[in-house]
Structures are given as C-alpha cells and as structure tokens.
C-alpha cells in the first residue's frame, strides 16, 4: 500500500481584528487636550505672522488706503546698500550683548 500525501484542511480562523478605530479614537482625544492650546497659539502667533506678511506686501504709511506692491518691498530692501550695514549691526548685537545679559543673568539663578 503507497501512503497518499494528503493537504490539511484550511483553517477557517476569524479575520485580525482591525485597529484602526482605537487609534482613530486616541487621536481625537489627544486632539480635544491640545485644541485649548493649540486655538490661542493659532490666535496670537500664527494670525499676527500672516498679518505681518500681508502688510509686508502692501505700500501703507497708515494713513492712507494700503496698496498692493507684491514682492517690491523685498527687492528695495536687498538692493538699498543700508541693509547690509543694519544686518552687520545686528550681527554685532548677537554676538557681543546677548551672551553677557546670558552670563550676568545666570549666576543669579543659582541656589
């Protein structure tokens, strides 16, 4: 007698459960804790940067009407041969002011 190989019979298991609704639901409570904040930062930081941009974009001397210029503003900055010298001044603040508030600030800290 020959032995005939026989296959198993496919298991019928129940299909993985899917997990995305309890990561879906995590999601939206992390969302209902940062939303507080997340609103005023939105509010008082990212709508005064826009707003600046926006007006960066204008010619307005606030008194009269703001009229659009588009990137105008920025080629007079980079072409005015002042820039150059207010950026180094900057440059010279950073460097030589900041580090001496830091240094005459921080021993006070100290316990």
Known sequence: MTAVATRPAPSRTAPLPRRRAPRLRYALVVLAFLLPSALPLAAFTLGPMVSAAWVSLQQWNLLAPMKWVGLD??????????????????????VGYLPIVYVGVWPSRWP
Not at 73 to 94: K, M, S, V, W
């Open 73 to 94: 503003n920025y080629a007079r900055l980079l072409t005015d041969p002042g820039t150059g010298e207010i950026f180094l001044h900057t440059l010279y603040y950073i």
